[in-house]
């Protein structure tokens, strides 16, 4: 309760998220993207802490893909394309491509951008794509894993403070 109380006050919350969906809109904020994910990682942590069989698949699969999605609407809102059209066929752009975007500069320092490459890129771990594609067995599900995602998530959290304090 005190960390999301925390992410909440420095505006994880604040944030609102509208999509069109079936012909109404819907609202959401990144923490409720990534809450259920959060508390997950953290039950996981209290039982790896206890010397307790953890199972670190949910947490690392869930909030390894939403970090994707609240990036592509952070780069989004920031006036900056998330898909490309190629041959009448539109396309996401990458993950890759998205942690380039020069506009993120201003909301996300060296630091994060050295921990995203090296989580969710080829130049990494690469784990989003990893799990979005199932090529990680179960025993690859680990807490170092889980533990760097938990931290991009809250790297996430500081941007999107920074993002509604910049101007």
């Not at 010397?51 to 670190?56: A, L, Y």
């Not at 898909?83 to 942690?99: A, G, M, P, Q, R």
């Not at 799990?131 to 760097?148: C, I, S």
């Amino acid at each position: 309760y005190t960390l999301k109380e925390d992410l909440c006050r420095i505006g994880f919350n604040c944030f609102i998220l509208h999509k069109e969906h079936n012909g109404e809109c819907i609202q959401t904020t990144p923490f409720d993207m990534v809450e259920n994910g959060i508390k997950e990682f953290l039950n996981q942590h209290q039982r790896f802490v206890n010397g307790e069989k953890t199972d670190w698949r949910f947490c690392i699969s869930f909030l390894s893909t939403q970090f994707e999605g609240i990036m592509r609407i952070i780069v989004n809102s920031l006036g900056v394309p998330i898909v490309k059209v190629k041959d009448d066929n539109t396309e996401f752009i990458t993950l890759e491509s998205l942690l380039k975007v020069k506009e993120l500069e201003s909301i996300f320092s060296k630091e994060d951008f050295l921990l995203f490459n090296q989580i969710y890129t080829k130049a990494g771990y690469n784990i989003r794509n990893d799990v979005a594609h199932g090529l990680l067995l179960p025993q690859e599900y680990t807490a170092p894993k889980a533990l760097l995602i938990f931290t991009s998530i809250l790297r996430l959290a500081k941007g999107i403070f920074n993002y509604i304090h910049k101007e």
